[in-house]
């Protein structure tokens, strides 16, 4: 149990070290263009693989179930450019539906 509150207390310290580091970095170094595309994309490949991750992972192995389904559902409502409410809502009542029926 000592193990788990070092390891917690590790890495509690290292996000807080990360995010004091992330202020002491000099503005005109952020204000590169370079800097500023590599950062919006590394936010848009840690959603994605967040979605990834949780759509089609359980535990070690891949499963394309419900889920699956789900996400499909969002992605055309996101292509046919509904609200976002609309989007989360028909996403789960796909995938609830196709739950329901096997």
Do not use: N, Y
Not at 6 to 14: C, D, F, G, K, N
Not at 29 to 38: E, N, S
Not at 79 to 85: D, M, Q, S, T
Request: one cysteine or more; glycine letters at 6%.
């Amino acid at each position: 149990m000592t193990g788990t509150w070092i390891a917690v207390l590790v890495a509690a310290a290292s996000c807080f070290a990360i995010k004091l580091a992330g202020h002491l970095v000099p503005e005109h170094w952020l204000a590169h263009p370079r800097v500023a595309r590599v950062a919006s994309l590394v936010t848009v490949a840690l959603l994605a693989a967040l979605v990834a991750v949780q759509s089609f992972g359980a535990g070690q192995a891949v499963v394309l179930d419900a889920r699956l389904a789900g996400v499909a559902a969002a992605a055309v409502a996101l292509a046919l450019r509904a609200p976002f409410v609309v989007v989360v809502v028909l996403a789960a009542v796909v995938a609830a539906g196709v739950r329901a029926l096997g």
